[in-house]
């Protein structure tokens, strides 16, 4: 008895070692540190720099799908962002204003009126129009295996991650969570800095998001 509750304790400090070794730090094997706090990158990849951009959209969640017209318009009063989803027969599905300290939810249908569906369309349009405030001090580094320059950093709980291909473009950025929450947000271009196409997935809650660019007013 006396050694299987020997056993038992040295797997329980095991796990407790490793969840802390694995929320410790940014870097991970296959990185190598090319860079010091403070190194400039472009920042969000929709920073505001148009009068409204639209993106022809596909989500799924909880093995529904839904399909639209995405769009987001800056708002310079506020430095807030007007995002409303549109059915293909125009129907306004959700309007939201999203702002740094927080969103307020102007119209929703029903079916869509769930927080975790709400709360994920609010983080997936974070992660395109806002920058985290500690990524100004972020550190740069290499991925070996793609040759990508990624620039990491994190605040409390969540680590963040850009990641730069060789046109200088923002190509992925991942937010994770030591307990298993995880944000992915792929960028496409064409000929301009403006993603063309958009792809988020999210875990544990299931749901993904894909759009494809319309239109840009500047």
């Known amino acids: 008895m006396s050694m299987d509750r020997k056993s038992l304790k040295s797997l329980l400090l095991l796990g407790v070692t490793t969840l802390l070794v694995s929320c410790s730090g940014l870097k991970k094997c ?6 010091t706090n403070s190194i400039a990158f472009t920042g969000a ?15 799924e969640a909880f093995g529904k799908q839904f399909s639209g017209i995405f769009l987001i ?13 549109l059915s293909e027969f125009g129907l306004n599905l959700m309007d939201m204003s999203v ?16 927080p975790v569906i709400i709360h994920s369309i609010e983080k997936n349009v974070r ?11 972020s550190r740069r580094f290499t991925d070996r295996k793609t040759g990508d320059i990624v620039y990491k950093s994190r605040k409390g709980l969540t680590k963040y991650s ?3 291909g060789r ?13 298993g929450e995880k ?10 800095a403006m993603p063309s196409a958009i792809s988020f997935y999210g875990r544990p809650v299931k749901h993904s998001m894909k759009l494809s660019l319309l239109n840009v007013e500047k």
């Open 30 to 35: 296959g990185d190598a540190d090319t860079g």
């Open 45 to 59: 990849p929709l920073k505001g720099d148009y009068t409204r951009v639209l993106y022809k959209a596909g989500m």
């Open 127 to 137: 992660m395109l129009v806002f920058m985290p405030d500690c990524m100004k001090d």
């Open 167 to 179: 046109d200088s473009l923002p190509a992925r950025i991942e937010q994770r969570r030591c307990f």
């Open 99 to 114: 702002g740094k300290s927080g969103t307020t939810i102007n119209n929703c249908q029903e079916f869509l009126n769930r």
């Open 73 to 85: 318009k800056p708002v310079p009063a506020d430095s807030s962002f007007r995002v409303v989803m």
């Open 183 to 192: 944000l992915f947000l792929h960028l496409g271009y064409d000929s301009t």
């Open 162 to 164: 850009y990641f730069y």
